[in-house]
């Protein structure tokens, strides 16, 4: 028996050690030992408003990172519109993300809440902005986009979207921005009243040559407008003409855009990668729901999807003091006061 007990035990497999991760606990990281610069650029993918309200107020070493004149080379101040919800002060915000600048800003976006005193105080402070966002700012006017157009000598891309300006800040800035390569002019289409209008087109093909990038959504230019583009801007690479339903592009014009753009968008594509809702004949159709303004899901940077990074408890986590954060909480959505005493450092 003893030999059979041996031989069965020598023939017996040997039993499989338990795996690693349920033996011993895989060490968390500390998202504080990130370094600096891996920290820096996934904080980078925050907006402007997350940054002030929220990340930097993580720890120390955030705030310090978020204090670098060179996270601010980009402003981003989207947001969902919902002003009146907002206990913070949009404008006093944006202007110390300008401040924290340090003149190094290259990219800004302001939606909803811009005026002509926000875009003064920006353009005073940055002369090299290369990048020029502004959606749903119906409190900026063509006179205060024209004053600025001269403080943006390095302006490479404008988007206007969704805004009330007029043709006139549109020549102003193609005469005073010679870089200028591409313009986003973005509306809703309505079919009532039945305009044409080619003001937009021409003070495009009249005064930015250099144009390389054009997206007209739901513009009322006709063949007319259309064909004075594309006369004048003999570098232009693309051209977006979605619900631009006023063309009629047939025959000639249809071979010349063919031949002529390279990226070509015509009235009646599909409208499913456009950024803003799409409105056609005053009917709204959706085809980004659900989606963050940032492009971020709705879960937040620090989800389940990290649950493998913590925080040590032995680190400057929450060692810092209240005081040492800037308060923009909003007194009064409507009453900005005068804009002239905004905070210049």
């Known amino acids: 028996m003893d030999n059979k007990s041996n031989q069965k035990t020598l023939g017996s497999k040997p039993k499989p050690s338990p795996s690693p991760s349920r033996s011993t606990p895989a060490r968390r990281r500390n998202w504080l030992e990130l370094p600096p610069e891996i920290t820096a650029s996934i904080l980078s993918r925050l907006g402007a408003i997350e940054i002030l309200t929220a990340a930097e107020k993580v720890c120390r070493s955030w705030r310090e990172i978020c204090k670098d004149p060179l996270m601010w080379r980009t402003i981003d101040m989207r947001n969902d519109g919902d002003l009146h919800d907002m206990t913070y002060d949009l404008e006093k915000m944006c202007c110390h993300a300008v401040d924290r600048s340090c003149g190094q800003l290259v990219d800004i976006t302001v939606e909803y809440f811009g005026s002509d005193e926000l875009l003064k105080y920006i353009t005073d402070r940055s002369s090299g902005i290369r990048r020029l966002r502004i959606v749903r700012c119906y409190c900026i006017t063509d006179e205060g986009l024209s004053e600025v157009a001269l403080k943006l000598p390095m302006l490479e891309d404008l988007e206007i979207s969704l805004c009330t300006l007029s043709h006139e800040p549109l020549e102003v800035v193609g005469r005073s921005c010679p870089l200028l390569k591409s313009v986003k002019l973005n509306n809703h289409w309505y079919q009532f009243p039945p305009d044409k209008c080619n003001d937009d087109a021409l003070a495009v093909a009249g005064t930015m040559r250099g144009l390389q990038h054009l997206q007209l959504f739901g513009n009322k230019l006709t063949n007319d407008g259309l064909r004075e583009i594309l006369d004048c801007c003999p570098h232009l690479e693309s051209l977006d003409l979605r619900h631009c339903f006023n063309l009629n592009l047939e025959g000639d014009l249809e071979k010349r855009l063919t031949g002529q753009i390279k990226r070509l968008r015509l009235p009646y594509d599909s409208t499913e990668d456009y950024e803003f809702d799409a409105i056609s004949n005053g009917y709204e159709s959706r085809d980004n729901d659900g989606d963050s303004p940032y492009g971020f899901s709705d879960s937040n940077l620090l989800s389940d999807d990290y649950e493998e990074?913590?925080?040590?408890?032995?680190?400057?986590?929450?060692?810092?003091?209240?005081?040492?954060?800037?308060?923009?909480?909003?007194?009064?959505?409507?009453?900005?006061?005068?804009?002239?005493t905004l905070p210049s450092s």
């Open 309 to 340: 990074y913590g925080f040590s408890s032995g680190s400057d986590f929450y060692d810092y003091d209240y005081e040492d954060f800037d308060d923009f909480t909003r007194l009064d959505l409507y009453d900005f006061g005068d804009m002239d």
